[in-house]
């Protein structure tokens, strides 16, 4: 479903990536992991298309996305690609529902789908009775919920998290991560997620491992 080859990086004089190869399938749920200045953020930022590569293609869904334009990119965004960072990015002047339904919006749909949508997945995440509470009204937890339900709202072809559970207590860690499995097993939702996390990267179906802009293999990552 995530067709990565040969993704080249440099910012200057440093090469961030260094020809990345990667195969996700749909349903999937992946784990990057690696020491800080691997890569693992410009390799996400690059296959959510919010970074283009040097050199190299990122098909996703039969779609290069390195051969579209910035208008055409901005839409594929929107439609097919859902984020979820460390510390959600939820806009303060909106409720819980309004801020789900935001990217609806931004994709035309109607109003009353929207909120359709955007209902159904605040019950999905048992949020039904925080829907008209804005964000300083939320726990971390609940935040965190709210932005995994904005990602998914126009029913996305992946989910791409950055260290999603990086700023949670241990609870709602694990919470979060299950909901993950949750949602993979109702919607079929594929994952991405770069995380620092050991005990989330152990419970993803695969784990990546990124070391100086490359992907070590499993036989060489003891020692990480």
Request: proline residues 4%; negative net charge.
């Amino acid at each position: 479903m995530i067709e990565i080859k040969n993704i080249k990086k440099s910012f200057g004089e440093l090469e961030v990536l260094k020809g990345i190869d990667l195969n996700i399938e749909k349903g999937e749920i992946v784990s990057i992991v690696g020491p800080s200045g691997a890569g693992k953020t410009t390799l996400l930022q690059i296959i959510g298309t919010l970074d283009r590569p040097d050199s190299g293609s990122v098909c996703v869904d039969g779609i290069d996305t390195t051969q579209l334009s910035q208008k055409k990119l901005s839409d594929f965004r929107n439609r097919h690609i859902g984020f979820v960072f460390q510390f959600h990015q939820l806009l303060p002047e909106f409720t819980a529902l309004e801020n789900i339904m935001i990217p609806a919006y931004i994709a035309g749909v109607g109003t009353k789908e929207a909120r359709k949508r955007a209902e159904e997945l605040l019950q999905f995440m048992g949020l039904s009775d925080r829907a008209k509470h804005k964000p300083n009204e939320l726990s971390g937890g609940e935040k965190q919920r709210v932005a995994v339900a904005r990602a998914l709202v126009n029913n996305p072809d992946v989910i791409l998290a950055d260290e999603p559970s990086g700023s949670l207590d241990s609870k709602n860690k694990e919470e979060l991560h299950q909901l993950f499995f949750d949602l993979r097993d109702k919607y079929g939702q594929t994952f991405v997620i770069v995380t620092h996390d050991e005990q989330l990267a152990s419970i993803t179906d695969r784990t990546i491992h990124l070391k100086d802009g490359q992907i070590w293999l499993p036989s060489e990552t003891t020692t990480l």
